[in-house]
């Protein structure tokens, strides 16, 4: 057992304190690897959201971060960094138990983390304003000023990743940030707080919340006493959140959920895209916001793909995440049924099963490696998202057929075209309906590309320089030197 849950319980990083929950109340978190009781979360809820809220506000108002040296920032931030590499064998062993993915997957995911802190320390001291040219009787320019507290949401599926992606530029540009991290598995995203600690981060400048979303996330996104919301989750949450920040007028980001398409042409590299759909559809079992939900193939080599995609997913080693298998489970067991119950669901509107297509009859929440084949483009199945290790495949004839396809959901977060050609590479990507572009390359890019969605996958970008604009208002000053 980890030295940070020898006594079984991940407290709250409040403040720079580690609290319990309200009255003691706990959250028990599973290991999705074998359906067991893994260790317990203390839970928040009013009362320590009310501390929480008040040392955020006293950490703004004392100017904790947005005062500090912007250089002493940075190397802040690089001291996270260092500690997140500290912690990361310890944090990526609960990782994998506590969310069911790979030991190694938990590993790239710690490095991720301490690599957003790195990259926006790096940035730092580089948040620019400008000069506007007003002629010789004023001076004009812009400051970039933090917004003050930023409350940020998490999901499940990269919870460590994926909070360093939004804490790191919120931190760099000066704001106090309120974490509140998924109820499924808070444990490792709560020893964050240790690298904060031992990087000496001003205490009240970050806290990390253990909490329910309908009671928690809900408290802190309505509470009126933040300044900025960042959500990554799904839809219908999103929707509920912007809701509440409309009441106060609260300025959002929204990471939501996708479904994209992966555009295969006949001149494609089918071992590249072999690779590419090996991490595309089962990379932490298909759990991940932009993964390839959809292959849509030109007829001429639709069943030549099928019959790879199926023998490549029969062939994935299964097991628990702590053996470092290909296939691991899915979160819990509501997201095993809501899965199986989707691909059943297509089976009935003449979907055909090329690999898998039920769950695994095993301990743990497993699904099988799944690809469906001759999805009608209009199925449920091929507009929702799944979130799990399962694939549509559809083919088609001309390229246009293929864009209106890919573009045909309420969707819009990634797609991907596979083929030798580069002039058409650049053609069908200025009309693919997303916010980034993978070409011959699944997951190509990295922190320092902007993502986001279009259309229901939500707006605002994270990642890169780019993301900066989330985490900063303009505020420009006009001066008149007339006398
Ligand atoms: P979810 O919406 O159920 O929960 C996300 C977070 O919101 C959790 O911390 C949850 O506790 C909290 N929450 C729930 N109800 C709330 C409420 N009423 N008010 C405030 N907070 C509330 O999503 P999930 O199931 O945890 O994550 C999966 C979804 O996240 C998928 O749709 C996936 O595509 C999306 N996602 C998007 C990105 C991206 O960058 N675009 C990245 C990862 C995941």
Redesign the pocket.
């Known amino acids: 057992m980890s030295s940070f849950l020898s006594d079984g319980l991940a407290r709250n990083y409040l403040a720079g304190t580690w609290a319990e929950g309200d009255r003691g109340a706990c959250i028990a978190v599973e290991d999705p690897g074998t359906a067991e009781h893994f260790t317990d979360a203390a839970q928040a809820g009013e009362v320590t959201l009310a501390r929480a809220l008040e040392a955020a506000r006293t950490s703004v108002e004392r100017g904790d971060l947005a005062d500090m040296q912007p250089s002493a920032r940075g190397r802040m931030l690089l001291r996270v960094a260092a500690e997140m590499r500290a912690i990361a064998y310890e944090g990526a062993e609960i990782l994998c138990r506590e969310s069911g993915k790979s030991l190694s997957a938990a590993q790239d995911e710690f490095e991720e983390a301490a690599q957003y802190f790195e990259y926006y320390g790096g940035v730092a001291d580089k948040i620019e304003g400008k000069s506007i040219p007003l002629g010789p009787d004023y001076a004009d320019y812009t400051v970039l000023e933090p917004y003050g507290v930023s409350a940020q949401?998490?999901?499940?599926?990269?919870p460590v990743s994926?909070a360093a992606r939004s804490l790191a530029p919120s931190m760099a540009a000066g704001n106090a940030t309120i974490i509140?991290?998924?109820?499924?598995d808070p444990v490792a995203l709560a020893l964050l707080g240790r690298a904060l600690e031992r990087a000496e981060v001003p205490a009240g400048a970050v806290s990390i919340l253990n909490?329910?979303?309908?009671d928690?996330?809900?408290r802190?996104?309505s509470s009126g006493d933040v300044d900025q919301i960042v959500?990554?989750?799904?839809?219908?949450?999103?929707q509920?959140?912007l809701r509440?920040a409309a009441d106060a007028v609260t300025p959002s980001l929204m990471?939501?959920?996708?479904k994209s398409a992966a555009v295969v042409f006949e001149d494609a590299n089918l071992d590249t895209l072999m690779t590419s759909l090996q991490s595309g559809v089962f990379y932490n079992a298909g759990?991940?916001?932009?993964a390839m939900a959809r292959v849509l193939v030109h007829r001429s080599i639709y069943e030549e793909v099928v019959a790879r995609a199926a023998a490549l997913a029969e062939g994935l080693h299964i097991g628990h995440g702590l053996q470092n298998p290909d296939h691991t489970p899915v979160i819990s067991a509501a997201q095993l049924n809501r899965v199986e119950a989707l691909t059943l669901a297509a089976r009935q509107v003449g979907a055909r099963v090329a690999a898998g297509g039920t769950r695994l009859n095993r301990p743990g929440h497993f699904m099988a490696p799944t690809i469906l084949a001759d999805v009608d483009p209009t199925a449920r199945v091929a507009q929702e998202?799944i979130?799990g290790p399962v694939t549509c495949m559809t083919p088609f004839d001309t390229e246009g057929e293929a864009i209106s396809i890919a573009n045909g959901t309420e969707f819009g977060?990634v797609a991907g075209i596979f083929t030798r050609d580069l002039a058409r590479s650049h053609r069908v990507a200025r009309q693919l309906r997303a916010g980034q572009v993978f070409v011959n390359e699944w997951f190509a890019g990295g922190i320092s590309t902007p993502?986001?969605?279009v259309g229901k996958?939500?707006f605002g970008r994270?990642k890169g320089l780019e993301a900066l604009n989330n985490y900063v208002r303009t505020k420009n000053i006009a001066i008149s030197l007339k006398g």
């Not at 949401?153 to 990269?158: A, C, E, G, R």
């Open positions: 949401i998490v999901p499940w599926n990269f994926i509140k991290s998924p109820e499924l909490g329910i979303g309908s928690l996330g809900a802190l996104v959500f990554t989750g799904s839809v219908r949450t999103g509920a959140i509440a990471e939501l959920g996708g759990q991940v916001c932009s998202e979130f977060l993502f986001g969605g996958s939500g994270e």
